[in-house]
């Protein structure tokens, strides 16, 4: 690799897209050329200062769109090809079970509206038709789901919101709740029950965005041994490329002894490209061999 | 470089089956399901518009138009290709229309009204005020000023590769699926991007 070809790929190699030989070329090159090692550290520097320059959406910005979508939402109906051919099929079963549901879904809905409640007491029923059959009688037998609501408003550091904070955290089916739920206890001062639901939500939980939020919080502990063995079970078992990679630069943290063995294992089996890069950089900068011998 | 790995990553439902399903009921008309993709991309959404428009008013247009459009439209997608990408490629199309819709480039008020109170985008803007050092924060200002003006000065295609490589950690394979063109197009225009940035930029740090 001569200069100018190398300086084509400063970008490339910044951002992973070289291949192991023209990474391994380019590294070759830049050892021996103190130019372009300069020029190098110049593109890094450039690379640095528009990571600084990243316009992250506000949290009131973010939650005003969903909120405006949702209104939208209500108001637009989303095309359903198949729902419609199989309307077309079943009509004499669907449009009386249809207007029956109406008919329940308009009753519940005046119950609610019918009388103003205070905001804390509010304790509506959202109901759901799961089930409609037809009976040989002519009627049709409707089963409805009704599902309690209530609202609790308080501090995120009152023991009872904590509580229920903890377990949406842990036990929500919904992968946005979780979130959100990790983001606000992430928000409070540290413990040890904070420590736990993390490092559950990193070996458990299914969403790999979740798993990445636990993976964040879990920084500042990034030298303690649990959380040092969770990280490397990560790396290891984590099917998600992002959360492998984040788990090496929290090990990395800590330049310890015990996680090169564990590195050369990974650059042998690891399928992802840019992880094996990154595993292969870290036995590098700690002065280790890539493979094992 | 972690960014690259932890932004394509960030915010993703779990790959497969559970999306699959999500999508599968959107599909059939079931708004939860269609409200829970949402969640699951809207940051990446809302954060592609924010960085290739710099404007919180025509970002927020564009994530509403860009979900409008998805759920109109949801019926359409086979499962050819991977959901994210086909998002991205919506909100593509949606902020190349506004780039090239937006002859001249509005003034912002710098305090916005939202539900939560007002919010300052100077907030977003990395530290530059008096407590800092004073020759350093007009080197940063200065500095930011310069890349307003280079990526302003980037063609729409290259400004979305950039965007979509540096800032949401696309690889350039996808990045070309969700261009519609091919990885080394995508290479191509990424580089003419970082070496505008470099000419303009060089001296700088």
């Known amino acids: ?293 | 470089m972690t960014r690259e790995a932890t932004s394509a990553a960030d915010e993703s439902p779990a790959p497969g089956v559970e999306e699959a399903v999500l999508i599968r009921a959107a599909q059939k008309g079931d708004q939860d399901a269609f409200e829970q993709l949402v969640r699951a991309y809207d940051r990446g959404v809302l954060r592609v518009a924010m960085n290739l428009l710099r404007s919180t008013d025509d970002a927020y247009d564009v994530y509403q138009e860009t979900f409008l459009r998805v759920y109109k439209s949801l019926h359409l997608f086979r499962f050819d290709c991977n959901f994210r990408t086909w998002l991205y490629r919506v909100v593509t199309n949606v902020c190349l229309d506004y780039l090239r819709k937006r002859k001249v480039r509005r003034e912002e008020p710098a305090v916005i009204e939202t539900d939560e109170g007002q919010w300052n985008r100077m907030d977003n803007v990395p530290e530059e005020r008096a407590q800092g050092d004073p020759q350093r924060n007009l080197l940063n200002r200065q500095l930011g000023e310069r890349i307003e003006a280079v990526l302003k000065g980037l063609t729409a295609k290259e400004r979305m590769v950039f965007e979509l490589r540096h800032y949401q950690g696309l690889r350039l394979r996808a990045i070309g699926e969700t261009l519609g063109t091919t990885e080394e197009a995508a290479k191509t225009c990424l580089f003419r991007a970082t070496q505008k940035m470099r000419a303009a930029l060089g001296d700088f740090v």
């Open chain 1, 1 to 293: 690799m001569n200069c100018e070809s190398a300086s084509r790929n400063f970008s490339l190699f910044l951002y992973g897209e070289l291949s192991i030989e023209e990474e391994q070329s380019f590294q070759d090159h830049l050892e021996g050329c103190e130019g372009c090692r300069k020029a190098f550290a110049a593109e890094k520097a450039i690379h640095q200062a528009l990571d600084e320059r990243e316009k992250l959406p506000p949290a009131p910005l973010l939650a005003r769109c969903r909120r405006d979508l949702k209104l939208r939402l209500d108001t637009t109906a989303p095309r359903q090809a198949d729902w419609r051919a199989w309307l077309a099929w079943w009509p004499a079963l669907v449009r009386p079970a249809g207007a029956l549901a109406l008919v329940v879904v308009g009753f519940f809905a005046a119950r609610w509206t019918s009388a103003p409640r205070p905001d804390n007491s509010l304790d509506p029923v959202v109901s759901r038709v799961r089930y409609v059959q037809p009976e040989a009688s002519g009627k049709v037998r409707v089963v409805i789901e009704d599902t309690r609501q209530r609202f609790l408003t308080g501090d995120p550091g009152d023991e009872q919101i904590h509580r229920l904070l903890l377990a949406a955290t842990r036990e929500s089916s919904d992968a946005g709740l979780r979130a959100e739920s990790m983001d606000i206890l992430n928000a409070r001062p540290a413990s040890n029950e904070l420590r736990g639901t993390l490092l559950y939500a990193l070996e458990h939980d299914p969403n790999p965005g979740v798993r990445l939020k636990a993976l964040d919080a879990l920084k500042p502990y990034a030298g303690a041994p649990d959380v040092r063995g969770a990280l490397a079970k990560a790396l290891l078992a984590d099917d998600n490329p992002g959360i492998r990679t984040q788990a090496i630069d929290l090990l990395m943290l800590k330049k310890e002894e015990a996680i090169v063995g564990l590195l050369q294992e990974l650059v042998q089996k690891e399928g992802d490209n840019y992880v094996r890069l990154r595993c292969q950089r870290a036995l590098r900068e700690m002065d280790a061999s890539v493979g094992t011998f």
